[in-house]
């Protein structure tokens, strides 16, 4: 009976063991997951003013370059209450939009390479476009944005893509396998369709489903977004142009930032 009492009791603390073990691997692999989701966010926000500028081929546009231009933007800055940001322009594009980013102390103001004519020939779409974008600096959520995407992206860098992996990896060998040992005269498909493909399915649909998630979350995110700027922008004289703005996007299908900023 004494044998048996200490037994008992030896098991329990062994089984004790395995269960804080098992909790400690399990806290330390979310742990790391969390921190390669953070590190790997931080890393994608503080280069995103540096693609956007790679990839949309901007450019300073120096004050003397366009007196009038600048001097606009500036009273615009002023009746935002906002500092005045660095215009850059986007060579070669015909475009008449804007685009917010980059960090304090001063944010960047991208401009379409067509906005100066904007400006000349419809000023009220041209105030809009920039009352909106200033807009984003005076409601503060061009960082928050930016790093919200910047976590977007790095999730799926993350669990997304290396679910979608596994699952494609797994079926690819498990079929790879079929196949050798059909050359070898073992057939054995039946293991491939009620095993190999049921659990690769169920990967993909596991990334799936969070792919699908980032992609709502994000969507919801950049639309509060938008609803606030055009909020503070109308109430700055910018509605009849923003009304011109969202009707003209509408029939024509309205840009969005990428996910890569």
């Keep these: 009976s004494e044998r048996s009492g200490h037994a008992f009791y ?37 280069t995103h003013a540096r693609r956007i500028r790679r990839r949309q081929h901007l450019t300073p546009l120096a004050p003397q370059t ?12 002023d009746r935002a ?11 070669g594009d015909l475009g ?14 991208r401009v379409g390479g067509r906005l100066p004519l904007l400006m000349r020939r419809a000023p009220q ?28 992206v790095a999730f799926v860098i993350v669990l997304v893509m290396p679910l979608a992996g596994t699952a494609a990896v797994s079926l690819a060998g ?7 040992s059909m050359l070898n005269g073992q057939p ?6 009620t095993q190999a493909i049921p659990t690769a399915g169920l990967l993909f649909a596991q990334a799936g ?34 009304l011109e703005i969202l009707n003209r996007a509408a029939r024509s299908g309205a840009k969005q930032i990428s996910w890569f900023g």
Aim: hydrophobic share 50%; net charge positive.
């Design 209 to 242: 489903i969070l792919l699908v998630v980032i992609a709502m979350l994000r969507a919801s995110i950049l639309r509060v977004r938008e609803m606030y700027a055009d909020w503070r922008a109308a109430l700055w004289g910018a509605e009849p142009g923003l």
């Design 125 to 152: 779409l041209f105030r809009a476009t920039v009352l909106h974008e200033l807009a984003h600096i005076a409601n503060g959520d061009i960082a928050r944005t930016y790093f919200t995407q910047s976590i977007a």
């Design 10 to 46: 030896e098991q329990g603390i062994a089984d004790r063991r395995t269960v804080i073990e098992c909790v400690m691997r399990l806290i330390c692999g979310h742990g790391l997951i969390v921190l390669a989701v953070v590190g790997g966010a931080l890393i994608i926000y503080r």
């Design 66 to 77: 366009d007196q009038t231009f600048s001097a606009a933007i500036g009273e615009m800055a």
């Design 188 to 193: 054995g498909w039946v293991t491939f369709f």
């Design 96 to 109: 008449t939009d804007g685009q917010t980013f980059g960090f304090r102390p001063r944010y960047k103001l």
């Design 174 to 180: 498990a079929f790879v396998r079929r196949v050798s």
């Design 81 to 91: 209450g906002v500092s005045i940001p660095a215009v850059e322009i986007a060579q």
